[in-house]
C-alpha cells in the first residue's frame, strides 16, 4: 500500500528544492522532523496529511516531555508549518493546522564568540606551521587559507569550504558567496586573506603540476577524496580543534561557527553598522543578526563613560 504522507513528503521537499533553493542541509533536516511527526502520528492512527491541530499540538507537547529544547521544538514547529502550507497550496487540504500553534518560548541565548587576541593566537599558531617547509605543509597552508577567508569574510563554514577553484584566478578584494537559497553577497577580503589564499593556490598548483598522473581539475577551493568532492565541514572542525590545542587554547569553546560569531562580534564592537554585518553575514532578516545586540551595548555604555561631560565630572568627584 502506497503510504501517501511519505508521497507528499516527497513531492514538498522536492518544491523546496526546486522552486526554493533549500539547501541539502536544509532539505535532510525537514525530511527527518516530518518523519518523526509521520511516525509519532501513525501510533496514533492518524495520517499526517490528515493531522489536525490539537494532534500536531500533542507531538510538540510529547518533544517537551522528553526534554527537547525550546528551539529543537522550534525547529519541528517550522518544518510542520512549511509542509501543510504546502499542502494548502497545492489543494491538498482545505486549512493550514499549524495556524492556530503557538511556537515555544525560547530566550536567545549569547553566541559562543572569541576575543580579539584569541583569534590572534589561532591565526598566528596555523602561520608559523604554515611556514614550515616539512611534509604536509599544503594541508598547514589550507588551514590558514580557511581561517583567513573565514575570519575575514564571517562565511558559513558550508559556504567556506564548498568555494570553487576559480577564486584563485579573481583579482581585487572582493568575493562572490553563494549562500541560503542560492542568494549571492559580495563580501571583502583582508590583506592577509588574499596573501593566504596565493600562498595556498601556489602550492596546491606546484603539488598537481608534481604527480605523475596527469591531474584531474577539481572545480572546488578546496578539493578532497569526500563525496561532495570539497573539504567535509566536519573535517576542518576538527583540524580546527587541534589547531587550537597547539595554540594553548581550549578546544571546546572554538569551532568554525564561533569563529564566524567572532567575525561579527568584532566588526560591532569597532564600529560596525548592525545592517552593514547583517549584509556581510547573509542573513535574510535583521532579527536574527539582532542577537550581537549585547556587543552595541556595550560600546555604547563605553562611549557614554568616555565621551559624556557627565559621566567626566562624576570621575573627577571620586
Not at 580579539?116 to 614550515?132: F, I, K, M, N, P
Not at 590558514?144 to 569574510?153: D, F, G, K, V
Amino acid at each position: 500500500m502506497v503510504d501517501l504522507g511519505r508521497v507528499h513528503v516527497e513531492s514538498f521537499l522536492e518544491m523546496m528544492s526546486a522552486e526554493r533553493g533549500a539547501a541539502a542541509n536544509t532539505l535532510q533536516s525537514y525530511e527527518h522532523d516530518l518523519d518523526d511527526i509521520r511516525s509519532f502520528l501513525k501510533e496514533r492512527s492518524i495520517r499526517l496529511t490528515e493531522a489536525a491541530s490539537a494532534d500536531l499540538a500533542a507531538y510538540l507537547s510529547s518533544l517537551a516531555r522528553k526534554g527537547f529544547k525550546p528551539s529543537s521544538q522550534a525547529r519541528r514547529l517550522a518544518a510542520m508549518r512549511q509542509f501543510y502550507k504546502f499542502l494548502y497550496a497545492e489543494g491538498l487540504r482545505t486549512d493550514d493546522p499549524t495556524g492556530i500553534l503557538d511556537a515555544p518560548k525560547k530566550g536567545r541565548p549569547l553566541p559562543k564568540t572569541m576575543g580579539v587576541e584569541e583569534v590572534g593566537r589561532l591565526l598566528s599558531q596555523a602561520e608559523a606551521e604554515a611556514d614550515d617547509p616539512a611534509p604536509g605543509q599544503l594541508q598547514r597552508l589550507r588551514m590558514l587559507a580557511l581561517l583567513e577567508l573565514l575570519y575575514a569574510t564571517g562565511m558559513r563554514v558550508s559556504e567556506l569550504v564548498s568555494l570553487p577553484a576559480r577564486v584563485l584566478d579573481q583579482e581585487g578584494r572582493f568575493l562572490m558567496i553563494r549562500g541560503k537559497g542560492n542568494k549571492e553577497r559580495l563580501v571583502p577580503l583582508s590583506q592577509s586573506a588574499i596573501s593566504a589564499l596565493k600562498s595556498y593556490g601556489r602550492r596546491l598548483a606546484a603539488e598537481n603540476a608534481a604527480t605523475k598522473e596527469p591531474p584531474q581539475e577539481s572545480p572546488w577551493l578546496f578539493p578532497s577524496a569526500s563525496k561532495e568532492g570539497y573539504l567535509p565541514r566536519q573535517v576542518f572542525a576538527r583540524d580546527l580543534k587541534n589547531l587550537a590545542i597547539r595554540a594553548g587554547l581550549t578546544p571546546s569553546l572554538i569551532s568554525p561557527h564561533v569563529m564566524r560569531h567572532a567575525f561579527a562580534s568584532h566588526l560591532l564592537a569597532n564600529g560596525a553598522d548592525l545592517r552593514v554585518v547583517q549584509e556581510l553575514l547573509g542573513h535574510s532578516d535583521i532579527s536574527t543578526t539582532q542577537i550581537y545586540t549585547h556587543v552595541l551595548e556595550e560600546r555604547l555604555q563605553q562611549l557614554v563613560q568616555t565621551h559624556h561631560p557627565l559621566a567626566k565630572q562624576a570621575k573627577k568627584h571620586e
